[in-house]
């Protein structure tokens, strides 16, 4: 059974830095490609971060680029997301997702399994 367990959200304020973990048990993430997708109220669930199998590697969409970093470590089959210099509009429930296949993987529907989800709120 495939399970994936977020963790390391919070309240935090404008500027800080958080790490969410995602915790894999089932799977070997190194054999598939994660996102790190978030959900603010009211808006689509957005891929914000992917990285490929093997943990090679990575796309960011532009809203986090340069402030966020995705990485794996396989001893610990777990994906982490690094989040610096965290804004106001970074506020969102932020969920972890796999996918064994291959090819690119964009949208929701590209990725069979999904964690529970973390709230982050960013005050300023």
């Known amino acids: 059974q495939v399970q994936l367990v977020e963790s390391g959200g919070g309240l935090v304020q404008a500027g800080d830095s958080l790490r969410l973990s995602c915790a894999a048990s089932g799977v070997t993430f190194s054999h598939y490609t994660v996102g790190w997708f978030r959900q603010a109220s009211g808006k689509e669930r957005d891929l914000i971060a992917r990285?490929?199998?093997?943990?090679?590697?990575?796309y960011y969409a532009d809203s986090v680029k340069g402030r966020f970093t995705i990485s794996g470590d396989n001893a610990k089959n777990t994906v982490y997301l690094q989040m610096n210099s965290l804004k106001p509009e970074d506020t969102a429930v932020y969920y972890c997702a796999a996918d064994p296949g291959v090819g690119l993987r964009d949208y929701e529907r590209d990725f069979d399994y999904w964690g529970q989800g973390t709230q982050v709120t960013v005050s300023s």
């Open positions: 990285i490929s199998r093997t943990f090679g590697s990575t």
